[in-house]
């Protein structure tokens, strides 16, 4: 069991906007603004598409965006295109030098 | 351009050590201001962290695993390694290194992974 809970799935038409959220405790999302997104094609190591909560490296589309409010964040994929299609994972720094990861969702663009 | 390659056996027998290696090229694992670090993933499943560790090789662990778990650092080869002992079918997974950035928490260079099998 993964220690941030994430939707297994989400779906969205292509141009439409879906937000995945990860929950987690005042341990790790709430109590630290170290959460960051990864995007994961099949068989292709993750991407980090957010970190620090909203911050997008450098190559990122500006599509996609982050927050948190309390205890869980969200990714939203905005105008979602068919290559937006992959799992989302999230994670977040925990208390005492622990790095903590959702179990991931299956974004669908249908 | 940096890059990060696993390598080690792809299949282990249960209750022996589990030995991987991350070599990096095209820069200096010497550098004062990247971490290097683990993350597997079951067949089908989540990600889940094993550690970091800098060029000194201070570090940190994830602490449901830190019995089991050594990660240690080659700065004369730019190489790093895990080493996971006792293991069980629970860690057949595909094994990534990564790099972060000293004072982050999150990882942006990935190798393409190795899958690590454990069976008899």
């Known amino acids: 069991q993964s220690a941030l809970t994430q939707p297994p799935s989400a779906s969205g038409s292509p141009g439409q906007s879906v937000t995945i959220s990860c929950t987690g405790t005042?341990?790790?999302?709430?109590?630290?603004?170290?959460v960051s997104w990864y995007q994961q094609h099949p068989g292709k190591a993750p991407k980090l598409m957010i970190y620090?909560?909203?911050k997008r490296p450098s190559g990122v589309p500006d599509r996609f965006s982050g927050s948190k409010s309390g205890n869980t964040a969200s990714l939203t994929v905005s105008g979602l295109k068919a290559e937006d299609e992959a799992d989302y994972y999230c994670?977040?720094?925990?208390?005492?030098?622990?790095?903590?990861f959702g179990g991931g969702t299956k974004l669908t663009v249908l | 351009q940096l890059q990060l390659q696993e390598s080690g056996p792809g299949l282990v027998k249960p209750s022996d050590t589990l030995s991987l290696t991350c070599t990096v090229s095209g820069g200096s694992i010497r550098s004062s201001v990247y971490y290097w670090g683990w993350v597997r993933q079951p067949p089908g499943k989540g990600l889940e962290w094993f550690g970091s560790?800098?060029?000194?090789?201070?570090?940190y662990y994830n602490p449901s695993l830190k019995g089991r778990l050594t990660i240690s650092i080659d700065t004369s080869n730019n190489q790093f390694s895990l080493k996971l002992s006792s293991v069980t079918a629970a860690d057949t997974a595909l094994y990534f290194c990564?790099?972060?950035?000293?004072?982050?928490?999150?990882?942006?260079?990935w190798g393409r992974g190795t899958l690590v099998t454990v069976s008899s």
């Open positions: 560790i800098f060029y000194s090789g201070s570090g």
């Open positions: 990564a790099r972060k950035y000293w004072g982050s928490w999150n990882f942006d260079l």
């Open positions: 994670s977040s720094y925990a208390d005492s030098n622990n790095l903590v």
């Open positions: 005042s341990s790790d999302v709430g109590g630290y603004n170290y």
């Open positions: 620090e909560v909203s």
